[in-house]
């Protein structure tokens, strides 16, 4: 899935490019680093980086979203993150690739997968 200024709606099956899609590439002035951006979904943030060994689960990422989420991370090839859409479905991505050889427009190509569920705040569902 690639990802830049416009990104993926992760509620459209399959995902659909959008200037409000819920996944944005950004960068910022004066910092060498290239982010990832969430846009706003039901919980306090939107993105976060996953640090485990083995990928993520449906609960892990809410979990991880719903008491820590972000904005914006920090990405590298092969980082991890998890993810929520504008209705609460979350997903998991790895980026592959990552372009910077356009400053004011980076892209990164993704491995994304999107959970069917929408949140639920009891925390049932996988």
């Not at 979904?41 to 689960?57: A, D, E, Q, R, Y």
């Not at 504008?86 to 790895?94: E, I, K, L």
Request: glycine letters at 8%; charged letters at 10%; proline letters at 8%.
């Amino acid at each position: 899935m690639a990802l830049s200024f416009q990104g993926p709606l992760l509620d459209e099956d399959p995902p659909a490019q959008s200037d409000g899609g819920d996944l944005t590439m950004a960068q910022f002035t004066n910092d060498p680093k290239t982010y990832v951006q969430g846009t706003t979904g039901p919980s306090n943030g939107t993105v976060h980086l996953w640090t485990g060994k083995s990928m993520p689960t449906r609960s892990h990422c809410m979990d991880l979203l719903l008491t820590q989420g972000q904005q914006y991370v920090p990405i590298s090839v092969r980082t991890v993150f998890c993810a929520e859409s504008h209705n609460g479905r979350f997903a998991v991505a790895t980026i592959l690739s990552i372009d910077t050889s356009d400053p004011i427009n980076p892209s990164a190509v993704a491995q994304v997968s999107v959970w069917s569920q929408p949140i639920s705040l009891s925390g049932s569902g996988n």
